[in-house]
T-cell receptor, first 113, second 118 residues
C-alpha cells in the first residue's frame, strides 16, 4: 500500500516554462513533506520541504504547495532550466525529527532546450 | 560530495551468495538509514540506526541484516541472494534531533551501491 504516490512517471517541459510535479499521500498523520532531486549515478539530494502548518514554501525558482484537505502537494519550478532534468521524489514523514521518510516512486522531468 | 560514503559502488554476485554493503555517515550525524531502490520503484525504507541502536524497521527481509558500529559506520548484510535483490541500495544520514530539532528528517544520501545478482 503506497502511502506517497507520484502518478506521473515522466514530464517534459520546454526551457523557460513552468514545471509542475504532483504528489498525493494517504496518511493524514504525515506532518512534514520534502522533495528530493536525483541525477543518474548520484544519490538523491534534498531540494525543499514544507511543514503541514504551512501551505506554501518558496526557495528561489522552487515553490512547494501543500493542500492538506486534498492530501496533495506540488512542486513548481519556474523558470525550468535544462539542468533541472532529473528524477524528482516526493517524501513524507510523521514529524521533523529523525523518523524515516516515506518516498514516492519519482517523476522524471525532462527540460527541453 | 554529500559527505556520506558508500562502498562498493558496484557489485556483481550470484544467487545464494552473501554480500556486505558499507556506509560512512556524514561527520557528526548519528542516524543512518538504508533504502532500497528496485527497477521502477521508489526508495523503500529498510532500516534505521541511531547511535548504534536500531531505531526503526521497514520492509527489510529476514535474509537482510544491518548494524551500526561505535564509530557510527554501518553495514548492510544481504544473504541467500535472489535475482529480485538486484537493486540500488542507498545509505543516508541525518543530524541529531537533539542538536537540531527541526530538520533532523532531512536525509543526506550517499551515491548508492548497485547490486546485481546473476
Amino acid at each position: 500500500d503506497q502511502q506517497v504516490k507520484q502518478n506521473s512517471p515522466s514530464l517534459s517541459v520546454q526551457e523557460g516554462r513552468i514545471s509542475i510535479l504532483n504528489c498525493d499521500y494517504t496518511n493524514s498523520m504525515f506532518d512534514y513533506f520534502l522533495w528530493y532531486k536525483k541525477y543518474p549515478a548520484e544519490g538523491p539530494t534534498f531540494l525543499i520541504s514544507i511543514s503541514s502548518i504551512k501551505d506554501k514554501n518558496e526557495d528561489g525558482r522552487f515553490t512547494v504547495f501543500l493542500n492538506k484537505s486534498a492530501k496533495h502537494l506540488s512542486l513548481h519550478i519556474v523558470p525550468s532550466q535544462p539542468g533541472d532534468s532529473a528524477v524528482y521524489f516526493c517524501a513524507a514523514s510523521l514529524d521533523s525529527g529523525n523518523t524515516p521518510l516515506v518516498f514516492g516512486k519519482g517523476t522524471r522531468l525532462s527540460v527541453i532546450a | 560530495d554529500s559527505g556520506v560514503t558508500q562502498t562498493p559502488k558496484h557489485l556483481i554476485t550470484a544467487t545464494g551468495q552473501r554480500v556486505t554493503l558499507r556506509c560512512s555517515p556524514r561527520s557528526g550525524d548519528l542516524s543512518v538509514y538504508w533504502y532500497q531502490q528496485s527497477l521502477d520503484q521508489g526508495l523503500q525504507f529498510l532500516i534505521q540506526y541511531y547511535n548504534g541502536e536500531e531505531r526503526a524497521k521497514g520492509n527489510i527481509l529476514e535474509r537482510f541484516s544491518a548494524q551500526q558500529f561505535p564509530d557510527l559506520h554501518s553495514e548492510l548484510n544481504l544473504s541467500s541472494l535472489e535475482l529480485g535483490d538486484s537493486a540500488l541500495y542507498f545509505c543516508a544520514s541525518s543530524v541529531d534531533p537533539e542538536e537540531k530539532p527541526s530538520g533532523a528528517n532531512v536525509l543526506t544520501f550517499g551515491a548508492g551501491s548497485r547490486l546485481t545478482v546473476l
